[in-house]
């Protein structure tokens, strides 16, 4: 990824426009003294894993599915520990990196646990905006250090015929419809990502410590982002690229934390 200065308006949109209430699941929840049975089928019909418990009025813990052999639900429930319960205001950035370390957090409100987030939720429409959005800043930043740093179309050296091939039919056929554009501006993702690999000058400038690593990255980067396009699983095939990508950001913001002051758009 790009090493870049975060603006306070994008910062603002990763870290507060979508929180863990946009994918957050009610937490179902019986009364510990319900039946290990009862209970068990009930997340059977279901398919759920966990439950809450609620004693005197309140979820206190959760119970998982195989612990259920027997007696009151509430004889197998396990406490939550303060990792697994997160604040529903708590931003998806932070939501992401937790669900890294385990299957699931849960949700309070008001200070009591009401509901929970796994990460089959990442697959709903406001965490897909979120990771869509993220991308396309990558890409812009690519763009622009493109740009600054292959004046006069220099950066045709790096692609191939191929590929500038590809890019000059699609000119030609914007063209046609009118549009004002240039060639670059028909480079797709991959193109743009192997300027950025195989430029040292550009790529010293990015984490990328080979070219090597920069293409891997930049083409997981453009399969996360189409699977996102096409409403395709994200979880399946580009996990490791959607927790590889929420830490690439949350040590940029904390570099971006420590500069004073903030670098903001103008």
């Keep these: 990824m790009p090493s870049a200065k975060i603006p306070e308006t994008v910062r603002r949109v990763i870290t507060e426009t979508f929180t863990a209430r946009d994918v957050a699941e009610p937490l179902a929840s019986f009364d510990d003294d319900a039946s290990s049975a009862r209970v068990r089928e009930f997340m059977l019909a279901r398919h759920l894993d966990v439950v809450g418990i609620r004693s005197e009025g309140l979820i206190a813990g959760y119970v998982e599915s195989g612990s259920l052999d027997g007696g009151a639900c509430g004889q197998h429930r396990c406490a939550f520990d303060d990792g697994m319960v997160l604040d529903d205001a708590t931003p998806l950035l932070k939501v992401l990196l937790k669900l890294h370390e385990r299957p699931r957090v849960f949700i309070a409100l008001l200070g009591q646990v009401g509901g ?5 939720d990442l697959q709903k429409p406001p965490a897909r905006m979120w990771l869509f959005g993220i991308v396309t ?9 493109i740009g600054h740093l292959c004046p006069a179309d220099s950066w045709k050296k790096y692609l191939s015929e191929g590929r500038l091939q590809k890019a000059q039919t699609l000119l030609e056929e914007r063209r046609r419809r009118n549009q004002t554009l240039d060639l670059f501006d028909c480079l797709q993702f991959s193109d743009k990502g192997q300027i950025i690999a195989r430029n040292e000058e550009i790529r010293k400038q990015t984490i990328f410590a080979s070219r090597g690593q920069a293409e891997t990255a930049i083409k997981n980067l453009e399969q996360l982002r189409n699977n996102l396009a096409h409403a395709q699983d994200i979880l399946a095939t580009d996990w490791d690229t959607i927790v590889q990508l929420g830490e690439f950001i949350q040590a940029t913001l904390g570099k971006a934390s420590n500069q004073q002051p903030m670098e903001s758009e103008s």
């Design 116 to 120: 929970i987030i796994t990460r089959d």
């Design 137 to 145: 800043l990558i890409e812009a930043r690519f763009v622009e250090m």
